[in-house]
């Protein structure tokens, strides 16, 4: 007789089962549910992983990130439609940033991309990037695993910002844009936001304002006095746009392509490359795991409730506290 | 007889507490040192917290955060300048993006505000942001406690970027300052970045450059229009400033002296904000330690390593791993 626990695991299993199979099938409505298990970080959602993780190795993944007002979303639309127009499927995954204070995302799939609508190759979806561990990384990683087991061949993720998360961007894409506007300084102030180590491909957007060749030069000479290759001998080139307009766009692609080919040509490094991002991306995933586990086991909820009004009156040391969780 | 390890224990809470003591006698060296303890998370660092904790109380600590480019460390220096005229002490701590690839800061000391030198009632300090879950907010916080027990009235902690953790400054700092400058877009886009809900207060940056008086409407507006007011009743102004030519420093001044008066009005509010950053602060804290625990106790980078090629190989599942790691 099976238990009341077995049973609610088999539920699991099965529901992660059908879900997987209409993934496989590529149902739209398939597809937007398992996103929305592994956002929710469901039991349903973790065995569905499990279960499309053989089936989701092909997908190119392109990251793109950048400053706000930096015009990265119309970019990464301008790049969707090119793709499309080659008959590439293509999927969309934007992180928007998560209020602190109300917990949900600032925008919605409402304000972006209107196109995707009615495409059966196109697939669209914001995601909240949480306050949570590895919030970003975890569930965009996992995001990006089942658009992958789609079928899709491109799965664009744009994330805002360039704080410390915007480095996740380097454990989730296979290629990594960065999107900057003629206003985004010198060269020294883009470094000093620790984002031009991550680029692959750098593109100045809407170039047609004031001080983008000034920018771009400031970028070609910082990456050749730095000597800016990345481990295999790949420059990252500078790129010009105005994604408006859909000027300089095709010729961009065709850089990223070049990227991915370079990516692909010897096996040995396309293996480094991935095992090195994977290390990071495993890091990530079994810490929000860990904490998890012990955030339940040890009830700390309810521990740091209790005893918050002692260490906020600086009676018990924040540190002495949590030597005493360690110990439960 | 003590064991070794008593006696390991001991030597660790006896320079602890030498350091503490030059820490509480304000002596720049022990300061220093002290802050070095806490960025390489040492045992000695920990038992030097512990030792501190009662006397870290008094400072304000104000957080300034902005996007690059934005002249933030420029105007933390015009702050503090201003500051010391008044006798009060004043540290610096510039957190710097650290690069991803070689582990260290991108800038140093070295670039930044060389006024520090010779002046014993002011302290700087740059301090990487690691790439480790909870980097920035931790080390920070700890090394801010190590300068409030040095009796520094003020801290000024400068964060780069606009990503997620710029959103750990809340926890850090009594008063966030957001800096933008006139190219920052309109206040959608600043909202698009998530950091308008942290600030207690706006500053408008190199208002000389065009645009300015547009951005710094549309902030007003969008306040108003979403009820911006913090819990308690604060509306965060909108300054402006040159602050390389010190224009508008003062008055910037003057608001935050009003924001910190605001905060201590109350004793009820007073302790419910404080309450709020220190929940949030624990939670980080005490991550940090229950993950570097579980690490070690689990020996789980020996196991990444050896199992990493069948994960890249999609033998083996990360989710079917993790789940291998938590039971051990």
């Given at each position: ?9 088999g ?20 597809i ?14 973790r ?10 190795g ?44 109300t917990?949900?995302?600032?925008l ?29 990384s975890?569930?965009?990683y ?8 789609a ?16 480095l996740?961007?380097?454990?989730l894409?296979d ?18 936001a ?8 750098f ?5 047609d ?21 990345r ?22 692609l065709?850089?990223?392509d ?44 309810a ?26």
């Amino acid at each position: 007789m099976a238990s009341a626990a077995q049973a609610r695991t088999g539920g699991v299993a099965q529901a992660a089962r059908e879900l997987a199979d209409g993934v496989l099938a590529r149902d739209r409505r398939a597809i937007a549910r398992a996103i929305s298990q592994v956002e929710d970080a469901t039991p349903i959602g973790r065995a569905l992983l499990d279960g499309l993780f053989p089936h989701a190795g092909a997908a190119h993944r392109l990251g793109v990130t950048g400053p706000p007002g930096s015009g990265k979303s119309t970019l990464v639309n301008a790049l969707a439609q090119l793709l499309r127009r080659r008959d590439a499927r293509v999927a969309v995954l934007a992180v928007d940033p998560t209020s602190p204070f109300t917990g949900g995302a600032i925008l919605g799939d409402r304000v972006r991309m209107p196109r995707a609508a009615g495409d059966e190759g196109f697939f669209v979806r914001s995601m909240a990037s949480r306050g949570s561990v590895g919030g970003v990384s975890a569930a965009t990683y996992e995001a990006s695993e089942i658009l992958a087991a789609a079928g899709f061949d491109w799965i664009l993720i744009e994330t805002v910002g360039v704080g410390q998360s915007e480095l996740e961007i380097v454990e989730l894409a296979d290629s990594v844009l960065l999107v900057l506007v003629p206003e985004s300084g010198d060269a020294v102030q883009v470094m000093k936001a620790g984002i031009m180590e991550i680029a692959d491909l750098f593109v100045i957007n809407k170039y047609d304002r004031e001080g983008g060749d000034r920018l771009r030069r400031d970028i070609s000479v910082a990456m050749e006095l730095s000597d800016w290759r990345r481990p295999g001998g790949w420059l990252p080139p500078v790129h010009t746009t105005v994604a408006r307009d859909d000027r300089g766009v095709d010729e961009l692609l065709q850089a990223i392509d070049r990227h991915r080919d370079w990516l692909h040509q010897d096996p040995a490094r396309w293996q480094e490359v991935r095992q090195t991002k994977l290390r990071r991306r495993m890091r990530v995933l079994l810490n929000r795991a860990l904490l998890d586990r012990a955030w339940r086991a040890a009830q700390i909820e309810a521990r740091l409730e209790a005893d918050l009004p002692r260490i906020a009156a600086r009676d018990v040391s924040p540190y002495a506290w949590i030597e005493s969780v360690l110990e439960a």
